[in-house]
């Protein structure tokens, strides 16, 4: 009874700006934490930046002082605005929701279905 859905991802330049997003629906109680991860062909998936229920958020060196990661409770939904894409952040993006559903069989971690990134010129 729980999606998440993302979206945002695409084709961009060096330098350039994506927002990805990430709304997660259905029988939802609360959310506690939500987070974004990226995972290239070959490679494990790797935590990008996290944000707590309370705001505090956690960034990987790699990304911190370009990538900022958002959300909107009233909407269930995170987010990542990228800036300074580097070619090195090309890959598959994919978010987590750590969520209690309004069903207690429905609380846990969820994914969603990836959104692609590729920062080429």
């Known amino acids: 009874q729980v999606q998440v859905v993302e979206s945002g991802g695409g084709l961009v330049q060096p330098g350039g700006s994506l927002r990805l997003s990430c709304a997660a629906s259905?029988?939802?109680?609360?959310?506690?934490?939500m987070a974004w991860y990226r995972q290239a062909p070959g490679k494990q998936r790797e935590l990008v930046a996290s944000?707590?229920?309370?705001?505090?958020?956690q960034y990987a060196d790699s990304v911190k002082g370009r990538f900022t990661i958002s959300r909107d409770n009233a909407k269930n939904t995170v987010y990542l605005q990228m800036n300074s894409l580097k070619p090195e952040d090309t890959d598959v993006y994919y978010c987590l929701v750590e969520l209690r559903g309004e069903k207690a069989i429905a609380t846990g971690d969820y994914w969603g279905q990836g959104t692609q990134v590729t920062v080429s010129s």
């Open positions: 259905g029988s939802i109680f609360s959310i506690n934490d």
């Open positions: 944000i707590s229920s309370g705001g505090r958020k």
